[in-house]
């Protein structure tokens, strides 16, 4: 089975899992350290939230100032339309910012935020109809 492992850097680990853990997400101790956090997405999606400092080890630029520019859209898949609306108000009330307003397209329902960091993440319900 393949494996994806989106790699993020975040200025505080301890900040990234209080907003992550508000939205429901766990995390994986066996991938995670002092400077790095190994949240659970599903069974074979992982993202990797890296303090910069650790993260620089990995690349060989700069780091995307996300106040300035959008490195990534993070899209993750919703079994509803609540949960769409859930995932938002958690978010907000997290500390997450509203990043475009709430997009319907009537087979199609979404969100999008930024985290704490400033990275843009994005929750999208599909009528399975339209899927197909």
């Given at each position: 089975m393949r494996m994806i492992f989106v790699n993020l850097p975040v200025k505080e680990i301890g900040r990234s899992r209080a907003f992550f853990s508000g939205l429901g997400f766990s995390f994986n101790p066996d991938y995670s350290?002092?400077?790095?956090?190994?949240?659970i997405v599903e069974e074979n999606i992982f993202v990797m939230l890296l303090e910069e400092a650790r993260f620089k080890d990995f690349i060989i630029d700069e780091i995307a100032d996300t106040s300035k520019t959008t490195e990534v859209l993070t899209c993750l898949s919703a079994s509803?339309?609540?949960?769409?609306?859930?995932?938002?108000?958690?978010?907000?009330?997290?500390?997450?910012?509203?990043?475009?307003?709430?997009?319907?397209?009537?087979?199609?329902?979404?969100?999008?935020?930024?985290?704490?960091?400033?990275?843009?993440w994005e929750l999208a319900y599909m009528e399975q109809q339209a899927a197909g």
């Amino acid at each position: 089975m393949r494996m994806i492992f989106v790699n993020l850097p975040v200025k505080e680990i301890g900040r990234s899992r209080a907003f992550f853990s508000g939205l429901g997400f766990s995390f994986n101790p066996d991938y995670s350290s002092d400077n790095t956090l190994c949240m659970i997405v599903e069974e074979n999606i992982f993202v990797m939230l890296l303090e910069e400092a650790r993260f620089k080890d990995f690349i060989i630029d700069e780091i995307a100032d996300t106040s300035k520019t959008t490195e990534v859209l993070t899209c993750l898949s919703a079994s509803s339309r609540a949960e769409v609306d859930e995932t938002l108000a958690k978010a907000l009330a997290s500390g997450g910012k509203e990043w475009r307003p709430v997009m319907d397209y009537g087979f199609m329902y979404g969100c999008s935020f930024q985290d704490p960091d400033g990275h843009v993440w994005e929750l999208a319900y599909m009528e399975q109809q339209a899927a197909g």
